[in-house]
């Protein structure tokens, strides 16, 4: 089963100033998102918070993100955590609520067998009727596959593909030469135009929120063979990622995109706000490259 669409914006969550779902706050958001020409929305990922949240309010920003933009883009709910029964029911949800497919952190926490991990998916892509995608982060979940479990979990017919964030373009690449028919999306946004280069079907980021429209650049200017105008666009989104490594990934783009009109309050704790020296570069980033955005 396929997964559509090729460029995502791993979406944000919009909270309230006590770190409250702001579900209100979510389509001006989705409407920033979108006019930057991306093709789709990945929601309740790591972006999104997903692991600092209850599974009612999991489920609440995947109904609410699927009213608003549903029928303009392509949505992909990421529904993994840390047990097969809370991700198998939020697997429902996003089926219920009309997603074109879902994502999936392995099992984390405990160390689970491949095994057990290969049945997790399973039972995620049963009961959602709908492709699913592995959703891997060894930065964050401590679960680092090797080259051959990732071919046979991909090898598996109601796996569609890969959201891979991770900084190893020698297994991505060997990865989409073994499975071919699946769709390979990159996720680590600094490096997408290695991953192009590679051949990535796709890319799925957090900087998508803000700067969409730079990862959809790269991909045209490689297709058209324009090398120097995709480096310059690569260059533009490492300015930015050079920032939010000193404020903090989630929480200098929920500053930034608070400052460009499409307020998303701040971080749920123990993430913590961003230092004021940090969030000073970063306003001089923004009124520098993102005057016209608003
Ligand atoms: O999955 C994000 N990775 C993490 C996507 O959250 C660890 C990326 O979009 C990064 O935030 C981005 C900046 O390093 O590449």
């Not at 706050?25 to 929601?43: K, M, Q, S, T, W």
């Not at 997903?50 to 883009?73: F, I, P, W, Y």
Request: proline fraction near 5%; glycine fraction near 10%.
């Amino acid at each position: 089963m396929q997964v559509p669409g090729s460029i995502h914006a791993a979406m944000l969550t919009p909270m309230k100033d006590d770190a409250a779902i702001a579900p209100e706050a979510i389509a001006p958001l989705v409407d920033f998102v979108l006019a930057r020409g991306v093709d789709g929305v990945y929601v309740g990922g790591s972006t999104g918070e997903a692991m600092l949240m209850s599974r009612d309010e999991r489920a609440e920003v995947l109904r609410a993100t699927a009213d608003v933009a549903k029928g303009r883009a392509s949505l992909i709910a990421h529904v993994g955590a840390a047990s097969t029964h809370d991700a198998v029911a939020l697997a429902r949800v996003a089926s219920a609520a009309g997603y074109d497919a879902v994502a999936a952190v392995p099992p984390f926490y405990y160390s689970f067998s491949f095994a057990e991990i290969r049945d997790y998916y399973g039972e995620i892509a049963d009961a959602a009727g709908l492709p699913l995608m592995i959703y891997n982060i060894p930065s964050l979940t401590g679960v680092d596959f090797n080259l051959d479990q990732l071919v046979e979990l991909l090898q598996d017919d109601r796996i569609g593909g890969i959201k891979f964030t991770d900084k190893d373009v020698f297994q991505f690449t060997r990865l989409r030469r073994a499975t071919p028919s699946k769709k390979h999306f990159f996720g680590t946004d600094e490096m997408f135009i290695s991953a192009v280069a590679a051949g990535a079907d796709g890319g799925i980021g957090s900087t998508y929120n803000l700067i969409g429209d730079v990862y959809v650049g790269i991909q045209e200017a490689l297709d058209d063979g324009d090398l120097d105008r995709a480096r310059d666009l690569q260059a533009k989104s490492h300015s930015l990622i050079e920032i939010l490594f000193q404020t903090g990934v989630i929480e200098g783009l929920k500053y930034a995109m608070t400052r460009v009109g499409v307020p998303v309050g701040p971080c749920r704790r123990p993430f913590s706000p961003a230092p004021r020296e940090a969030l000073a570069k970063l306003d001089a980033w923004l009124d520098g490259q993102m005057k016209r955005a608003a």
